[in-house]
Structures are given as structure tokens and as C-alpha cells.
């Protein structure tokens, strides 16, 4: 591509995959689709570099554009990771081998890449996706959004200014592990939901997968004896659930109207706490079949308190392309990092 002035690359590690994208200088993706390939993540980093490096130039070919042009390349993975790349000591889900343990892999990759790495966690980039696909390039640095992201945990991002806000510990934005008040959420005799971080009551306790697999279902299918998914396991049962919702099966439209309470709750909180101009919802609760997808955000609506001054704006929208979202909101990193230097702040 001649006419690409310069460009930067992103990549999204994933425990099994890594997704690659390139957006040029003027806030063009350069790839339409999913530019996938293996992570080789659970074999530790020295596979799992050499694949990242391998996804850049396979990438950097498929977009037609010369390493040349590259002046750096955004880079997420799923934490606890700090905000400059650095995994958890204590390991994780995804990175679970102990050579990850302390590994600093924004470094590791800038070294083998020779050029400037700029850092997110996935669900920080996310959000900067979503915040640019909503506002669109040439707004997105005056406007404030928060995204929530219902999957196997509740993740999100808060973005000021289009900028993600990552907090003096790359902390900030950890929306899942928000305390939310359970009163007039949890049926009667309903045990409080506990997350996996310790904490009882918060967000995805109730609003994720595996609060779904051990909070919800359990109680639930106590209440509608004889229910279908009582002969699945567990895990099975969790992500089956969706579909029976979709279906208008009663004891899953519990389970997701608790889920909207929660995200509503939690909403109702970022209203009083940065007050954004939009609140963006992703994950496979809002990729379901639109009449259910409309339904679920009519309920988080619903139990959303706002002021009216704040309840006068269009103020919920959706996630898009969340199997992308992590590459593309990589490299609007990477690119504003770029435009950034030598701008007087
Ligand atoms: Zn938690």
C-alpha cells in the first residue's frame, strides 16, 4: 500500500489464539476480517513470543504493508497483568505456566520485535474499540464511555477523553469486582453469590459465565424441579443457558433478569462515579437473537438510575465485533501513542 504515510500494527494474545489487525495512520483498519493464529500461550514464553513476532509479519503481509512503515504495535493480553505488561506473580487462568509468573511480556515483545510496544489488558482494549467504533476517530478524544463485557468474567473499561483510565496500579476499570448492593437482586433463600476474587456480592458474581455455572444455576434449577439442565454438568449446563433464554424458558429468563439487575446496579454506580456520555454492553449475552438481545438491555435500562439531565441522552449501546475488539483497540492504542509524541499535552 503506497499510500500508507505510516501504520501500526495490534495483536490480541488469547489463551489458545493469538488475532492480528494493522490500522494505518488515519485510523483505517487495514484488515477486514480475523487475521487468526495459535497462541502456543500454555507452552510458556518462548514459544509464545516467537508466535507473536510470526502473527506480526504474517499480518503486516496480509495487509500489503512493509515492516518499514510499522512504528509500533499495541499488545493485550487477558489479565491480572499491571499496566505496563507485566503477568501476575502469582500466574493465571491463561498464563498458567510458571515461566509466565512476573513475566514481562510487553518488554519481551518489543525486544524481539525491535519496535515500540504499547500495553492493554483485553478488556481495556476492548473498550477503546468499542469508544472509537461508537464515537467514530474524529470524536472519540472528546467523549467519555464505560464498557461492560459479560463472558467467562465481567470485564470492561472506563475511557475519558478517549483515553482508557488504567489507574496508578493498572487497576482501574476492574467493573466485575465492584461491589453491588444484592437487596431486591437475590430471591428469597437465595445464598449470596461469590466471585472467584473472594469477594461476596459483586458484579460478576452475577454477570458472567461462571457466575451463571456456580451462583445462579445451582439455585435456580433448585426452584424449577425436573428442569432439563439439571442432567447436564455444570460447566455444560452454564453456557447452554443463553439458548434456552432465547427460547423464553422461564427459569432461564431468571438467570438473565438477575444479570441485568447486576449490570443495571453497576451502571447506576458509573453514572454517579464518571458519569460517561455512553455506556457500551458486550458479550454473547448481546450477540444472542435480537429479540432476546432487546429484552436483556431493556431490563439492565430499566434498573439503570439515572438523573434526569443524564437519563435525557441515548446513553446504552452495544460492544461490536467482539472477536476483533481486542486487536483493533490495540492498535488505536499504539496509533495514539504514536501521535502523542511531540504533541504538547
Ligand atoms: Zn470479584
Sequence with gaps: MDDVRWAVA?????????????????????????????????????????????????VLELAGVPRSKIRAVGLDTPGPVSADGVLSSRGSTNFANPAWY?????????????????FNNDANAAALYAHYAHFGAAAAGLRSSVSVIVGTGLGGGVVEAGRVVRGAAGMAGELGHIWIPMDGLLGPDQPVPVCNCGLPGDAESVASLTGIEKNLLPHWLAQFPGHELASQPAH?????????????????????????????????????????????????????????????????????????????????????DLDMAGARGSAIAARAAIMAVGRPS
Aim: charged share 25%; hydrophobic share 45%; net charge negative.
Design 102 to 118: 512476573g513475566f514481562d511480556v510487553r518488554h519481551a515483545l518489543e525486544v524481539r520485535a525491535g519496535l515500540p510496544v504499547v
Design 10 to 58: 495490534g495483536l490480541d494474545i488469547g489463551g489458545t489464539t493469538i488475532n492480528a489487525t494493522v490500522l494505518d495512520s488515519g485510523g483505517r483498519f487495514l484488515v477486514e476480517e480475523m487475521a487468526e493464529s495459535p497462541s502456543f500461550v500454555q507452552e510458556g514464553p518462548d514459544k509464545a513470543i516467537d508466535a507473536m513476532a510470526r502473527a506480526l509479519d504474517d
Design 236 to 320: 455444560v449446563a452454564a453456557k447452554l443457558v443463553r439458548g434456552y433464554g432465547e427460547a423464553g424458558d422461564p427459569m432461564a429468563l431468571k438467570i438473565f433478569e438477575q444479570q441485568a439487575i447486576a449490570i443495571g446496579r453497576l451502571l447506576t454506580i458509573a453514572a454517579n462515579f464518571t458519569d460517561p456520555d455512553v455506556y457500551l454492553i458486550g458479550g454473547g449475552v448481546v450477540e444472542a437473537a435480537p429479540h432476546f438481545r432487546d429484552w436483556f438491555l431493556d431490563q439492565v435500562r430499566a434498573h439503570t438510575q439515572l438523573r434526569d439531565e443524564q437519563a435525557e441522552r441515548e446513553s446504552i449501546g452495544l460492544v461490536p
